[in-house]
């Protein structure tokens, strides 16, 4: 039995390991260090907890801890990378599920916890900070299902509206609050649960209007909740070590959606609001949609044109997620580099399906992550490039974002891949993107298209290149 | 029980000086502190690392394995400890599965060789 004090400072050291565990991936070098500081820092924790006085249930808590760490570590190693976005969002649910859980039994118990005074009655501060814990985690624990199913495909990713939407989602919100409030003043069971069904109920609700590729954002926002939820665990147990990495992982999150909505110039109300993308493509300048000319081209054709330019920028998307094409993608960098052609790949913030996707695709398809650049950092390079390959990319390339202030995506920061001398897009059709716009790049002088999966696409360009 | 707890050692404090603030106030210090700190070093997390921050985040909140870890420690089995045992399985999946799935993430960022 440790004191106290010695308590404390483990889950101070706790803290600290975390925050260096965050810190760690300001570079992939120091990254996996970082992962290292992490692991030993919850192992601490863990450690510390089990050995307090009153935790005397080892057997059972050991069975839990195994059945999880088997569960977990399968899973971490077959997860195909592909399925990233959908991982974490069932994780995060995990989360929200467990403080529920963890805020039930507290009520269930709450002389275990410390936090009631000696009649066995709960703290009044302890019965509001429950409250919180609980209704975070519970609208965690559904919203983050729901954006679950939408990236896993077992749920429409299209957005789900009817008129009164959010009139209800603020009725049951001020359901959900008053419930709470009841909840506090008399202690019973029947508020309680009342206000976590009503929590579920608000997490669907507030996720079905939001279209697939919002997704990005909702998982970063979700990533948050589930912090501020560990967080309001840690205010009722009086435990500042899950307030830190609570509030760690909640602002984590929290710049996580403020960089994603910059990324696509909206603001988190409007994403929130839903609906964005389920409308019939809207027609830029009037005629947008009428037939243009364009050119299209062979595998050959886009072959001859790489073989002859001495820097290339690959522009990946969504598109080669979803074909799995990355690693036919590498094949053809690879083949590029052997003729002595610089190749770089420019990365939009929000390509992929949640922040980040892309560059662990292609990390996972062996590709340098110093070749692979973000957005600000290569911009200025796409005038001096030869040819530009967009794959599977589609709204982030389309020029109307600067040049058409009519355009729903006009002040969109795009990858100016229009600079560029030469522009290869390899695209299954001449099909709208989420935002249901027309893409001007694709009717340029400069552009051709090959009409292909992104996968077919590269095998062709592979074969063609030797 | 309570005296091992570090919220407790601010309530016995304040039994003696009547000047101390409540506990929940030191809390809520080092809650908006932590934020200052999260706001600061994620920022300058790069971006390219952005999907296993949260991976790794996910096994960070999965911290509140220690309250379910206390919410399970008593021998007597009754829905108290049984919700928390199952909260310490779900926690503990998060955990190693944050953790590992991070670790193979990061392995991958390689070098130009």
């Not at chain 1, 005074?117 to 919203?143: C, K, N, P, W």
């Not at chain 1, 839903?274 to 009037?286: K, R, Y």
Request: charged share 10%; hydrophobic share 55%; with cysteine.
């Amino acid at each position: 039995m440790l004191s106290a004090n010695i308590v404390a400072l483990a889950y101070l050291v706790a803290s600290v390991l975390i925050i260096l565990a965050l810190k760690g991936l300001s570079s992939p070098e120091s990254s996996r260090r970082g992962n290292t500081f992490g692991m030993v820092g919850l192992v601490i924790a863990v450690v510390i907890t089990l050995q307090l006085s009153s935790v005397q249930n080892y057997t059972w808590i050991f069975i839990a801890i195994a059945v999880g760490a088997l569960i977990g570590g399968v899973a971490a190693r077959k997860i195909p990378m592909t399925h990233m976005p959908q991982t974490v969002a069932f994780m995060h649910s995990l989360v929200g599920l467990a403080a529920v859980l963890i805020a039930v039994s507290a009520f269930a118990n709450p002389v275990g916890y410390g936090i009631a005074d000696t009649f066995g009655q709960m703290h009044v501060s302890s019965r509001i900070e429950l409250f919180l814990g609980a209704f975070i985690g519970a609208i965690t624990f559904t919203a983050s299902l729901i954006a679950f199913g939408k990236l896993h495909g077992s749920l429409s990713g299209r957005p789900v509206t009817f008129s009164g939407q959010h009139i209800l989602n603020l009725i049951l919100g001020i359901l959900m609050i008053g419930a709470g409030v009841m909840f506090c003043i008399d202690l019973t069971w029947t508020p309680f649960l009342a206000m976590l069904f009503v929590a579920m109920l608000l997490g669907v609700l507030l996720i079905i209007p939001i279209g697939g590729a919002d997704m990005p954002v909702i998982v970063s926002m979700l990533n948050s909740y589930s912090g501020w939820a560990a967080a309001g665990i840690g205010f009722t147990l009086g435990n500042n070590m899950l307030i830190v990495a609570g509030a760690l992982v909640g602002s984590s999150g929290a710049i996580l959606s403020y960089i994603m909505c910059k990324a696509m110039n909206r603001s988190l109300f409007h994403v929130l609001l839903g609906g964005f993308g389920n409308h019939a493509p809207v027609a830029t300048g009037g005629a947008a949609l009428e037939a243009r000319p364009f050119k299209s081209g062979s595998a050959e054709d886009a072959a001859f044109l790489l073989k002859n330019a001495r820097s290339v920028v690959i522009v990946p998307g969504y598109g080669l997620a979803v074909a799995r094409a990355q690693h036919a993608l590498k094949e053809v960098v690879d083949k590029l580099l052997e003729q002595d052609i610089q190749v770089k790949f420019a990365i939009h913030p929000v390509a992929g399906r949640m922040p980040g996707h892309m560059n662990v695709l292609l990390a996972e398809a062996d590709v340098p992550y110093d070749i692979v650049h973000e957005m600000d950092e290569i911009n200025p390079e796409f005038g001096d490039t030869d040819v530009v390959l967009v794959i599977g990319a589609n709204d982030v390339t389309n020029p109307a974002a600067k040049t058409d202030p009519t355009s729903p995506i006009y002040g969109m920061p795009i990858l100016d891949v229009s600079k560029a001398a030469h522009v290869l897009v390899i695209k299954r059709s001449l099909s709208v993107g989420y935002a249901g716009l027309d893409n001007d790049l694709f009717y340029m002088d400069k552009t051709m298209m090959i009409f292909d999966d992104a996968k077919k696409a590269c095998e062709s360009l592979i074969h063609v290149l030797d | 029980m309570c005296a091992s707890l570090p919220c407790d050692m601010a309530g016995q404090a304040a039994a003696h000086v009547s000047q101390t603030p409540d506990p929940f106030m030191m809390s809520f210090s080092v809650f908006i502190l932590a934020i200052f700190v999260g706001y600061h070093v994620v920022w300058n997390v790069t971006p390219a690392l952005h999907t296993p921050l949260m991976s790794v985040t996910n096994a960070i909140s999965s911290i509140v394995i220690v309250g379910a870890i206390i919410a399970s420690g008593p021998i007597e089995m009754n829905l108290a400890t049984v919700l928390g045992l199952i909260a310490v399985g779900l926690a503990s999946v998060n955990i190693f599965g944050g953790f590992m799935v991070t670790q193979r993430m990061l392995a991958m960022f390689k070098k130009r060789s």
